[in-house]
């Protein structure tokens, strides 16, 4: 039915393009107003079509007013206009572009065409835009016709190349006439020329065009094999393809009986019970899967239900019969040239796909280290166990999104968010080590339960003040997107942020405890407390600023991981078991300890989630597993302290 | 049996009880023996990782309750809110279920978000006769005496949002994404055999599952990207659920997947998600509810600014969660005041039948099945947070057993006729009358 | 009986949680008056599960030293095993139930296709995995719940005590060791429904007929019952000379080496006993709780028991106890939305919202300046006075609360 009126609809646009070329753009909407109105796109075709080739010269504006929701209808005369902003409602358009005054929202219905439509839309534009003289628009009828590669595409690309000028969108048609020349051009020669051009391109776009060249579908032949079939591969039963896929296959093909099954057994057993009994096998027994069956070949001998097929019927069926995948694309060349393409590809794409895991490793393990960073300082040189940790993490996170509350420049305001939220949480910190850790030096494990007590504290007083909702933190638009080598290697700048972030981070650690005096005392004081204070170390104002130090950087690091997840109340516990397990794995007490665990528990989730992509849970878990298990050979992590600065 | 004697025992030794030391934790039950209020149990977790999305419930059933007390309330009389935090702890919200119906014997509860928490509080409901409304999109396959289910099932949201795909936007190739919990897993279930069913192959179809609060998504993103390497148009159909999002949606930006190349559909995400971040870069990335805030009609506009004064913050938004209590709630209103009564048994007689206009335009209708007939939309997320509508059905009856599954599609549900929650139309016979949990 | 000679506490506990038991047994709604509801005797009986865990933190925290961070994951382990029970069971019920409407007798293969599609149909799945082979039998699925968190104990605390791990060390490993378990759980992979978890629990296969309000009190009793046998387990064993060992482990480990005792022995038998003590208490919780997913593994649980320990006073069996009871009830009644709201000048104070930061803040006051918790108000009461040590250590190692306590 639907076809039928499609075919109509399309014979009655010919017509008018045929003998009408005064039929306008307003006419061709107006009579298909129902159809505009609900656009979809498998009705909305012909009327694209219609428009486009109406001949009208405000037949694309109309369609790109209408592609980007500039299109309405006037709810008291039921026509189409153009819509533009104004200040009370819409300012009014007719269809060729003349002003005709405003009208309030309420008046207007807006056209909002979905998805589909839209593409339809810019598909039919490609013709007028190919070659238009804004290069923009160029440009999209290029990735219109990329997205939705059809045959009538080639020609129209082919004309316009010569004319362009701008170099980069020359490349782009050319790279795209040969996409469409591999799939669509008639010539043989012409398509293995324009695969064999690419040689081991890894681009997606010409995976995309390849694969579908290599398509197969399965036949079921008796006898041999279709002389005129591109053959991909035979399959045999047993060996290529499971005795049960085989049978399948025949079934399908309406070649063999269909088999007996559990469930039909049953349903013949109960349609053939008489006096309590099926076959004479007693209902009550019935219960065994033995049992049924006896019953089923009694019913068969009877003849009261059909024949199943036996395994020995099964096996001739299949002996009797031939599988084959046979590729859609009829000619042999160009498969050949396509599979011998793409077993290049994919060797490239493996290398490929190699990088980009050690990339996303090296991302992660940035934000790990990151995270622990703080916690180094304070737990791996002063052996505090600050459960808090997290916290300062979240509240450095909030301190990013209050800042944007107040400066609305993006690149500004993290710039002023960043020592701010070092700021804070170097306040809170040395607040926390004045008034409880302070007390606990001498009781590690109580450290942790008090630092626990304000863990949980901050956290409902962070719900109280900012809600459970995630708050926005927004990274300024020079950190949007991705750094592209190729369509398989690419990493967002926010992540390359945040691996710069903590190389400078691991840069000041160094810079602050090899280098200047408060580190000279930090080490000290961190040896031998006692031995320090006779050479007139304070101690305590000591202790106070490196626990300062561990919370302010927390606070930035708090900064950078909101940039690239959320930002709840909750955010830093995500990360506080994997910062401990960081400090303790690389060795506590040394910086490069922690970076060390922080590249391997990285490096590692990432690994064991490529071997395991469906299942992100399984990478930590293995990942926890083979921490525990590392521990037991190195007890005192990756990167150990000796002699006295050991400790005990 | 016994109750009418513990009940007068209860009534004479009240003095006793008030001296003993565990006065504290018995006296509200003794308190509502003279209660002149009807209860309201407010189920929503208030802490923990789905704080962000049930707070808001929580605080609209506060609204709805004030509005309706300052109408004079129900039956003459008050309604009294009684809020919990369960706390995104799902044997708490068992616990705090009973609590609600024992000891502060609510005479009706609103709450649950994710269905595991639903199922957490479902034999406790039905143990001790509760009536619960839910107001959450779910996967459907339940149909239980004591809940009453206002948001969408599979048949109002899933599947219009993958036919919309399959038929407006061409797309070949899915990739499920979800989190990993009962909505998801059920939900790509029926979806993966209604694909199978559309002709769309096994090999064509990824699904993927993550954590709640996941944030490492680069991986899984870039691997949904190379889908595309077949040259098969993708699309993605997102369950995830919860803060997840936002590092989900941070990264599609970061990628570049722009909606034209790689749409994706999101089933729990909506204005109040999208208000966690920036959506100038996903802008045309879908979504399928029941409601949008941008539906223009004159109710949805004073609903909104009924929300925006109780919450006393213009920049709060309004969601489908937030719609389908605003129903659930003044149906129940209204079947009490047909009821004449707040007796569970009572109301959820009248609740069948019961009419309320949607904040979208036409009308909801309460379902014998307890599900309600709802219209499906299509948003497109716009620069400012909003959703644009791009396609409006009319209101789709909910069915509660999907008829994508094969052990599903001969179940049935009706409490009117049939009474029984899950029903084979093929033995005629009822399977159970409580719930699966 | 030289444990009552020397833990004189035991007999006032014992008497005391016997008359508690009866008490609350008279004003419960299954047995007495009604005056309790059933949802709070619930609660009572999953507290006094909870004492029983704090009991058994406190032999491997307050008597052996070992700030182990993960026993709550044997807890869940507990949970766990009697769940898969609790839930096969009822499902054969009722697969058996709908299948004999059915025309013919179910077979075995029926049946189990039938339970395991009820079962994991909502997670998507139809099968039954293979650790639910010993779920179709009551004493099988019991001995695990045993052996699992046992032998789990022995293996974890072998390795790790193995490799000397001590320590702030070895309570980050035992964090690592409940996540990692949590991780596994959360995934569907692991056959156990994922973050869904076992549900229903609190319907006992067989006694359909049987009210929660009868069940709510033997589940009661049997938690009472427990912890009462625990508590005399533990005293016997604290009083005792192995009591006396592994104290001298908590407060100088080398020294005990060097004595000849094996160290490691003693330490692996505590954590492997105080595992299977905790995975008896969480198989007695999840019934009354009715639910168990794998976030009741979450590192931070076995902080909390930790904490409970800490409030009650640690190195004192009743104050665990105590500990948990005053902690876990408190945070119910405040997040119950019963607690009144307290008016202040500018707003109001919600309980719901600020309760957290007050137990956080008391944790925060309890260790700073009570470290010996609720615990150390009997001894004041009794008159056990230990000496003012102006903030210093409290024994030889640090952390460590050497008292005559083994008197007490």
Known sequence: MRHLSRFLLIALCWLWTGFAQAQVAQEILQSNSALVEKASRQTIGPVIDALATSGDPAAAMILGAWSAKGLGLRKTDGRFVLLGPSADGYALRDLNGNDIGTAPTAEIAELKPNAGVRGLIATALVQFNLSDPDPTKRADALASIASDPTEAGLAPLRASIAAEKDAGLLAQKQRLERLLTLRFDPDSAARVMAIQSFGADIGLDLRGALNPLLATRRVVVVGAAPPDANIAQELLPGKTLTIAQAYELLQAANLAPARLTLADQRAALIANLENGAVGGVALAVLNTQAARDRAYTALEVAGKVPLATTEDEVTSALANHRFFDVYLEADPAVTQAASTALAAISQQVGIMQAADLALDGLSLASIYFLAAIGLAITFGVMGVINMAHGEFITIGAYTGFVVQQWVPNYTASILIALPLAFAVTFAIGVAMERLVIRHLYKRPLETLLATFGISIALQQILKNIFGTQARPLTSPAWLDGAWVLNDVVSISYIRIAIFVLALVFLAFFLWLMKRTRLGLEVRAVTQNPTMAASMGINPDRINMLTFGIGSGIAGIAGVAIGLFAKVTSELGTDYIVQSFMTVVVGGVGNIWGALAGATMIGGLQKAIEWLNPSNTLAAQTYMILFIILFIQFRPRGIIALKGRAAGD | MARPKRERLMKLSRRALLASGIAAFAAPRIAFAQAETIKVGVLHSLSGTMAISETTLKDTMLMLIEAQNAKGGVLGKQLEAVVVDPASDWPLFAEKARELLTVSNVDVMFGCWTSVSRKSVLPVIEELNGLLFYPVQYEGEESSKNVFYTGAAPNQQAIPAVDYFLEELGIEKFALLGTDYVYPRTTNNILESYLLSKGIAKEDIFVNYTPFGHSDWSKIVGDVVALGADGKKVGVISTINGDANIGFYKELAAAGVTADKLPVVAFSVGEEELSGLDTSNLVGHLAAWNYFMSADTPENAAFIAQWKAFIKDDARVTNDPMEAHYIGFNMWVNAVTAAGTTDVDAVSAAMIGQKFPNLTGGVAEMLPNHHLTKPVLIGEIRADGQFDIISQTDPVPGDAWTDFLPASAVLAADWKDLKCGMYNTETKTCVQLTSNY | ?408
């Not at chain 3, 296969?205 to 005399?232: C, E, N």
Request: include cysteine; glycine fraction near 12%.
């Open chain 3, 1 to 408: 009986m030289q444990t009552s000679r020397t833990n004189p506490s035991l007999t006032v506990f014992v008497a005391t949680l016997l008359a508690f038991a009866v008490l609350i047994t008279a004003l419960s709604e299954g047995y007495g008056t009604g005056h309790l509801s059933t949802s709070f005797i619930k609660t009572l009986g999953k507290t006094l599960c909870l004492g029983l865990a704090a009991l058994a933190m406190d032999l491997i925290w307050g008597y052996a030293g070992i700030l182990s961070l993960g026993h709550m994951a044997f807890f869940a382990l507990g949970g766990y095993m009697i769940g898969m029970w609790l839930m096969y069971a009822r499902t054969r019920e009722i697969v058996e139930a709908s299948l004999s409407g059915g025309g013919l007798p179910a077979t075995p293969q029926e049946l189990e296709q039938g339970i395991a599609s009820q079962i994991f149909g909502v997670v998507g799945g139809s099968d039954l995995p293979f650790i639910w082979g010993f779920a179709h039998s009551f004493p099988l699925q019991m001995a695990l719940v045993v052996l699992v968190p046992g032998v789990l104990a022995l293996v974890f605390g072998w390795l790790a005590f193995r490799a000397r791990v001590t320590g702030v060390y070895l309570s980050i490993l035992t964090q690592a060791m409940t996540l990692a378990l949590a991780l596994y759980l959360f995934q569907n992979e692991s056959g156990l429904r994922g973050n869904n978890g076992l549900s229903g629990l609190q319907n006992l296969p067989g006694l359909a007929d049987v009210d929660q309000a009868t069940l709510s009190v033997w589940f009661f009793w049997a938690s009472a019952a427990a912890l009462g046998l625990a508590y005399l387990l533990i005293s016997w064993i604290v009083s005792g000379k192995f009591g006396s060992v592994i104290r001298a482990i908590r407060d100088d480990e080398a020294r005990v080496r060097f004595l000849g005792y094996s160290v490691e022995g003693y330490k692996l038998f505590v954590f492997a006993l105080t595992a299977v003590v905790i995975a008896l208490a969480g198989a007695l919780y999840y019934p009354q709780a009715g639910i168990i997913n794998p976030a009741e593994l979450a590192p931070t649980a076995s902080i909390y028991l930790a904490v409970w320990v800490a409030i009650g006073g640690r190195g004192r069996l009743y104050g665990a106890v105590i500990g948990a009871a005053v902690v876990s009830l408190l945070s119910s009644w405040f997040t119950g939305g019963r607690a009144p709201s307290i008016p202040l000048g500018f707003g109001r104070l919600d309980w719901v919202d600020w309760w957290q930061v007050l137990l956080g803040l008391t944790f925060v006051l309890v260790t700073l300046f009570a470290p010996k918790g609720l615990g150390g108000l009997f001894d004041a009461l009794t008159g056990l006075r230990s000496p003012n040590r102006r903030g210093a250590a409290l024994g030889p190692d640090q952390g460590a609360l050497q008292e005559r306590e083994a008197q007490k």
